[in-house]
């Protein structure tokens, strides 16, 4: 059990923000039974609604900076639209790096407008589209979703204000979007931006618009359009005090750790909602189950705890248990992902849990290797994790770290995430975009010259570039025509050849959600047992085709997945995926075919798109090593692969995820053969490699 100042035995410290002791964050109160009228008018974002409104009516940029859960979100498109912002079918957008917050923003603002969602009030997420045209005046979207829209409307001319929501999240498409954005507004002064974040890194977002703006200056020939130079607003907001307290000593296993700390606040702490920050479905599926198993054995409060996972992916009804008040007499548990930091308030939170740490994305140009890592927070996050604590009175916030390590290991501030992402997708796009100079483009923070030469390697290879960087035609604007990764697009047209479009398609469609697979019932060895039914000898993707061969066959029924521990929402968002693929896949001219049984073919389409990843088994090695064929880099095959322990020589893998060792999720195998074939130049521009000959 992790060791903590006891509250009350001996006073903590007190020490300033900077070190991390007593921080004061501000609220809105809380209280449970006025209207929503009311509710929205006690926000600390209310009492700037005039200075919001004014600074919007006469600049052309207006930064909002507010702690989460001051209304910003779902306060400032409702004041545009009071304003008369969506009059004459304009429309106002307000952008999210994380899709559940697309969801549950629009879902609230519909709520508080007493609109039907998906009417004056709609959302816009990847395969999802819940707006009508004509209707729908206030529209929440992810910053991808804005980025794709650009392809068909470059000057975004049906929004009258874009708010770039949490812009200190620092998300790759915001990046990309507000290098873009400020192009934009040179040549339509008259389109508004809000940027609003929860800290106030922002103020670096108002000398980025500003750096391009003459001061004051207005744009040529517009006597009376708006002042170029941005505003910072910021919304101050009533403080409840938040007790921070540090583990003794550095603790061995975060997961282990959060589960004791959640029964010890249970035991010992007076009622309040306790949130626990993990990093990723795996974990906080296993914390779920621990504290389950633990609650029942005690003899306090036994049935009082509600514990409930929260990511992203997770389906739209346990989405509503999290969301929904505790009932009288329970404490909620919420264990969450970093998507609760700042992108969504939970109500009730009196006591936060902080592991330290958050899955997050890094990339190596060197070894051209991309995964997902957990890895520590910076202090920024790490205090806004423990605002979460103090919305409805004082809290408590624990955080699984020494204090020593707060103060002199963790880094100030994440690093953007453009600076630690494989390029690929932000090359293509910004091709698409007609933006041929990328390294010369104006970003907010530049990536690094290393990626973007990989980038434009890979797409090169792909065939989507030509020798002069330029999109090729057709493949290139067909590729970038998918709302997918490249690798993904371009497995999809080369299938179109091969005569296996319909099987690659599924495939596709299945790698864009979660997972297929039902976690949270049973135990995990009957859910691999149940895998082994599909489990295709060639790999991962092959026995996606068996499980969904199977799905049709049993009349899509639900309890035919329920029986089989397959995911039945997720195979629903299968089938829908799947066809907006094949519709975009017709408009292409793709040829619809299946291959039947023939696997080659589908394994070759694989590989087309993605050779950029293969990999080969040491040949004296029995333990699942294998190298990168490019880089050289030792990765393995992620137990949840039907290839685990199977190691054939050869294999493509879709992605990494990095924990003690780099891991290969979906895998399959391949002959090395249809490397050369697929991508001649990748693999000829390397150092001569024995192994393929
Ligand atoms: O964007 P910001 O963090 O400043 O705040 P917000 O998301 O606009 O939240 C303002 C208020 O709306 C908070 O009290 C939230 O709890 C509430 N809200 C809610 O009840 N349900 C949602 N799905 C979103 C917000
Ligand atoms: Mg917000």
Not at 24 to 32: H, K, L
Not at 260 to 285: A, N, R, Y
Not at 579 to 587: K, P, S, V, Y
Request: aromatic letters at 8%.
């Amino acid at each position: 059990m992790s060791q903590f100042w006891k509250p009350g035995a001996e006073k903590p410290r007190l020490l300033d923000d900077e070190e991390g002791g007593v921080v004061f964050f501000p609220t809105s109160s809380g209280g449970g039974y006025a209207n929503l009228e009311r509710q929205r008018q006690r926000l600390p974002v209310f009492r700037y609604r005039t200075a919001i409104l004014y600074s919007v009516e006469t600049r052309a940029t207006t930064v909002v900076v507010g702690e989460t859960g001051s209304g910003k979100t779902t306060q400032i498109p409702q004041y545009l639209k009071e304003a008369g912002w969506a009059d004459g079918g304009r429309v106002i957008a307000c952008t999210q790096p994380r899709r559940l917050a697309v969801q549950s923003v629009a879902a609230r603002v519909a709520e508080e407008m007493g609109v039907k969602l998906g009417e004056e009030v709609g959302y816009t997420i990847r395969f999802e589209d819940a707006t009508s045209t004509g209707v729908t005046m206030i529209k929440f979207l992810t910053d991808g979703v804005l980025l794709r829209e650009m392809m068909d409307d470059p000057l975004l001319t049906k929004y009258s204000v874009v708010m770039v929501d949490e812009a200190h999240e620092r998300s790759i498409s915001t990046d990309i979007l507000l290098g873009l954005l400020k192009k934009i507004q040179k040549r339509r002064p008259e389109l508004r931006l809000i940027i609003s974040s929860a800290t106030i890194q922002a103020k670096s977002m108002a000398a980025f618009f500003q750096s391009s703006s003459k001061r004051r200056r207005r744009p040529e020939g517009e006597e009376l359009g708006p002042i170029m130079e941005p505003a910072v607003l910021s919304v101050e907001g009533r403080g409840f005090n938040v007790q921070i307290h540090y583990v003794e000593e550095p603790v061995a296993d975060y997961l282990r750790a959060a589960v004791s700390t959640v029964l010890l606040i249970h035991d010992q702490e007076p009622m309040g909602d306790i949130l626990v920050f993990l990093t990723g479905q795996d974990d906080i599926d296993a914390a779920v189950q621990l504290i389950t198993e633990e609650t029942p054995n005690r003899r306090k409060n036994s049935s009082g705890l509600m514990v409930l996972p929260l990511y992203s992916g997770l389906p739209r009804a346990d989405q509503e248990l999290v969301f929904s008040p505790t009932p009288r007499g329970k404490r909620k548990v919420v264990i969450s992902t970093n998507i609760a930091e700042t992108s969504i308030t939970l109500e009730g939170v009196v006591y936060v849990v902080d592991s330290g740490f958050s899955k997050q994305r890094f990339y190596n140009p060197i070894s051209d290797i991309e995964n997902l890592v957990v890895a520590p927070i910076s202090k920024a996050s790490a205090r806004q994790r423990t605002g979460r604590a103090g919305r409805v009175r004082p809290g408590k916030c624990y955080r699984l770290y020494t204090e020593e390590y707060f103060v002199k290991e963790m880094s100030a501030e994440g690093i953007p995430e453009i600076q630690r992402s494989n390029l690929v997708s932000c090359v293509i796009q910004l091709k698409a975009l007609g933006i041929d100079n990328i390294l010369g483009f104006d970003w907010p923070a530049s990536p690094s010259s290393e990626a973007m030469v990989r980038a434009l390697e890979v797409l090169y290879s792909l065939g989507v570039l030509d020798d002069d960087a330029k999109l090729t035609s057709p493949t290139g604007f067909q590729v970038a025509e998918f709302p997918l990764d490249p690798m993904i697009s371009k497995m999809i047209l080369s299938s179109g050849e091969l005569g296996c479009s319909e099987e690659i398609i599924t495939i596709a469609a299945v790698l864009s959600v979660q997972s297929i697979w039902a976690s949270g019932w049973g135990s995990q060895k009957e859910l691999d047992e149940a895998k082994l039914n599909f489990a295709a000898a060639e790999g991962d993707h092959v026995s996606f085709l068996n499980v969904y061969k199977a799905f049709l066959q049993s009349g899509k029924s639900s309890q035919w997945c329920h029986k089989n521990f397959v995911n039945y929402q997720a195979m629903k968002k299968v089938l829908e995926i799947r066809e907006q693929l094949r519709r975009t896949a017709r408009r292409l001219g793709i040829d619809l075919k299946s291959c039947e049984r023939d696997t080659v073919v589908v394994r070759k389409a694989i590989t087309y798109g993605f050779f950029a990843n293969a990999c080969v088994s040491e040949a004296s090695s029995h333990d699942g090593k294998y190298k990168t064929i490019r880089g050289s880099q030792e990765v393995y095959i992620h137990p949840s692969s039907v290839l685990f322990r199977v190691n054939p020589k050869w294999v493509v893998y879709h992605s990494l995820v990095s924990t003690e060792k780099q891991y290969m999720r979906n895998v399959i195998s391949i002959d090395p053969s249809w490397l050369t074939e697929a991508a001649p130049h990748f693999y000829q521009k390397q150092r001569p490699n024995p192994m393929l000959h």
